[in-house]
């Protein structure tokens, strides 16, 4: 039977193209990923692909079909696997030592906190945040609101004075 007229879809041929070459390609993916039991997988998981697609695949791109699958199935595991680590490594960076009491402490803190720098006079308010929030140097905050340095430095001040009082010393 010459080339041009073995199916793959034929039993024959596909048991001959697995004989023939299921032993290298475990090889080559066993190589790639160092595990017996996902070459063997990666292996069969290619010669199933081979038979669905045996009626558009020719008997001569048989063998780089198979290897081509083959690859592309590892590469498919590694990034899943990739994938997969880079969430549990999320997961991980998420879970904290600290107790509930003192996550729910520190909520309401913060809550106490925006709300005392809400209530603050508008001209405090606003250096308060550019300094503290934006980082901006109080030569800046002056040119941003129109004021000499000196009216900051006072705003500053005023600010930080009413926020300890209502805090004391953090």
């Given at each position: 039977m010459s080339s041009e007229t073995k199916s793959v879809c034929e039993q024959e041929t596909y048991e001959y193209l697995y004989n023939a070459h299921s032993q290298t390609l475990y090889n080559y993916i066993y190589y790639k990923c160092g595990d017996k039991?996902?070459?063997?997988?990666?292996?069969q998981d290619a010669f199933v692909k081979l038979w669905n697609n045996c009626s558009k695949v020719l008997f001569e791109k048989a063998k780089s079909f198979l290897y081509t699958v083959a690859r592309n199935i590892f590469l498919n595991e590694v990034a899943h696997k990739k994938i997969v680590l880079?969430?549990?490594?999320?997961?991980?960076?998420?879970?904290?030592?600290?107790?509930?009491?003192?996550?729910?402490?520190?909520?309401?803190?913060?809550?106490?906190?925006?709300?005392?720098?809400?209530?603050?006079?508008?001209?405090?308010?606003?250096?308060?945040?550019l300094s503290r929030i934006d980082k901006k140097k109080y030569s800046e905050i002056a040119e941003i609101t129109g004021v000499s340095?000196?009216?900051?430095?006072?705003?500053?001040?005023?600010?930080?004075?009413?926020?300890?009082?209502?805090?004391?010393?953090?």
């Amino acid at each position: 039977m010459s080339s041009e007229t073995k199916s793959v879809c034929e039993q024959e041929t596909y048991e001959y193209l697995y004989n023939a070459h299921s032993q290298t390609l475990y090889n080559y993916i066993y190589y790639k990923c160092g595990d017996k039991q996902q070459a063997e997988d990666t292996i069969q998981d290619a010669f199933v692909k081979l038979w669905n697609n045996c009626s558009k695949v020719l008997f001569e791109k048989a063998k780089s079909f198979l290897y081509t699958v083959a690859r592309n199935i590892f590469l498919n595991e590694v990034a899943h696997k990739k994938i997969v680590l880079e969430h549990q490594n999320t997961l991980s960076n998420r879970t904290t030592n600290e107790t509930p009491l003192f996550l729910l402490e520190e909520q309401e803190f913060m809550q106490q906190l925006k709300d005392a720098i809400a209530n603050l006079p508008e001209k405090q308010r606003e250096v308060f945040l550019l300094s503290r929030i934006d980082k901006k140097k109080y030569s800046e905050i002056a040119e941003i609101t129109g004021v000499s340095i000196k009216a900051v430095e006072k705003r500053m001040s005023l600010a930080l004075v009413t926020l300890r009082k209502q805090f004391g010393k953090i």
